[in-house]
């Protein structure tokens, strides 16, 4: 554990007598609220570090997490708990609040990250930790930093799978932690890459294979979507992230826009033959199967909902 400076010993010695009357039942006094979640998220953090009463009331109180909940839904950040589909992993608002910050401050500092390789590492670690900390946002900016190394003439088979080993695994944290928007960022963003490997190397055999097989794994994340849309989670999720709007508000990086689940499915009928659809399908069964841990016979209501 790093020693607090004298500003951070300043506001933990202020701030420590309130969360205590706080914690005994008084009202949240919204100007000392307002007061914490001005901190830089550095400063937050440390002290945060060193008071674990401070910790529990930021993680766990319920007055200090509405709050919270609601600037980061001014901002058009997740503000809802999540739970990743096979259960392992578990972020809760304050996190994504940090995670939030740290974004912001990557986002404000772009054109420092151009002009020098130092503030670029610092930044980008920035970016990194917000990863950590699961926030969608952070995960869909770098995956759209993966996809840009490759708009490259002439990449090595080595580089570009490299590529797209990097972009698979900040896509299977974005589905595993976002359940259906997840996979319906994660199809878009896989759709996008592999049009660029088909239609913008059509010389190159092995890149054009790799932009197909990168479009079937697109059609089944979009299929994933549509099985797990009825969930719970997909639901609380879904209504965190448009701000309660739905399908129609979401931004995908191929700037796909349907109103309904019936258009979307229909999207997918007119990109892949009906056999196609149905081996798709069947992956996209077991791959949720598998990572919900339910028996085989679960899927078969989920195709007949299909």
Same mark, same amino acid.
């Given at each position: ?12 010695t202020?701030?420590?007598?309130k ?7 008084? /009202? ?5 609220a307002?007061?914490?979640?001005k901190?830089?998220?550095d400063?937050?953090i ?5 008071s674990?009463?401070?910790?529990? !009331? ?23 708990p999540?739970q ?10 304050f ?15 772009? /054109?420092?990250?151009r002009?020098?390789i130092?503030?670029?590492?610092f ?5 990194d930790?917000a ?7 952070a ?7 993966t ?7 002439d ?8 590529i ?17 928007i ?14 660029? !490997? ?13 932009g ?20 719970? /989670? ?5 209504n ?14 191929e ?8 258009? !979307? ?6 990109w892949v ?20 841990n ?13």
């Amino acid at each position: 554990m790093t020693t607090l400076n004298d500003q951070e010993k300043t506001i933990l010695t202020f701030i420590e007598p309130k969360i205590t009357a706080y914690t005994s039942g008084m /009202p949240i006094d919204d100007v000392v609220a307002d007061y914490l979640l001005k901190l830089p998220y550095d400063v937050l953090i440390a002290i945060c570090n060193h008071s674990s009463q401070l910790n529990y !009331f930021m993680h766990s109180d319920p007055r200090m997490l509405s709050v919270i909940a609601k600037k980061l839904k001014e901002s058009n950040y997740i503000n809802v708990p999540i739970q990743s589909m096979d259960g392992k992993e578990r972020h809760e608002v304050f996190d994504h609040y940090l995670a939030a910050l740290m974004t912001q401050f990557y986002l404000a500092n772009l /054109p420092t990250i151009r002009r020098s390789i130092k503030a670029k590492q610092f930044y980008l670690t920035m970016l990194d930790k917000a990863c950590e900390l699961g926030l969608y946002n952070a995960l869909v900016i770098r995956c759209k930093q993966t996809m840009r190394k490759a708009v490259v003439p002439d990449l090595s088979i080595v580089v570009r799978q490299e590529i797209i080993q990097s972009l698979t695994a900040d896509i299977r944290r974005l589905t595993n932690l976002y359940w259906n928007i997840g996979y319906l960022q994660a199809g878009s963003l896989r759709q996008g890459l592999g049009n660029y !490997f088909v239609g913008g190397e059509e010389k190159n055999e092995a890149a054009r294979n790799d932009g197909i097989a990168l479009h079937d794994e697109a059609a089944k994340d979009f299929l994933c979507a549509f099985l797990l849309r009825q969930h719970t /989670p997909s639901i609380s999720i879904m209504n965190a992230l448009t701000q309660g709007k739905g399908l129609a508000s979401l931004s995908c990086e191929e700037d796909l826009h349907f109103e309904t689940w019936e258009e !979307f499915q229909s999207m997918i009928y007119d990109w892949v033959t009906e056999e196609q659809y149905e081996k798709l399908l069947h992956l996209a069964e077991r791959e949720i199967a598998s990572i919900l841990n339910l028996p085989e016979h679960d899927t078969t209501e989920w195709k007949k909902a299909a």
